[in-house]
Nanobody, 119 residues
């Protein structure tokens, strides 16, 4: 079965960095676009970044462009999100997601991991 398992979250001070990882299993990772989303209580889940199958295309949410970098290692079925210059407003639960090729919609989600930016 499809599994997406995130790691690397935690507490960091403003201006700090974190690197999230998402290990995928149960499907051929290199055949799918992948995305990172985030959600805070009371708000809708929002897309932070996406990455095409070959990493050629990497769209970002405007608020994180220049600070976050999405990448992937197809050989090891792993998705990454490098987050630099973190701000308190980046505090959220971050989710790894697989994109269904025909619809462009997310068909599988990871369990989510907490990122807290606070002094």
């Amino acid at each position: 079965q499809v599994q997406l398992v995130e790691s690397g979250g935690g507490l960091v001070q403003p201006g700090g960095s974190l690197r999230l990882s998402c290990v995928a299993s149960g499907f051929t990772f290199e055949n799918y676009w992948m995305r990172w989303y985030r959600q805070v209580p009371g708000k809708e889940r929002e897309m932070v970044a996406g990455i095409s199958r070959t990493s050629r295309s990497t769209p970002y949410l405007a608020d994180v462009k220049g600070r976050f970098t999405i990448s992937r290692d197809n050989a090891n079925s792993t998705l990454f999100l490098q987050m630099n210059s973190l701000k308190p407003e980046d505090t959220a639960v971050y989710y790894c997601a697989r994109v269904e090729p025909d619809s462009g919609r997310v068909d599988y989600w990871g369990q989510g991991i907490q990122v807290t930016v606070s002094s």
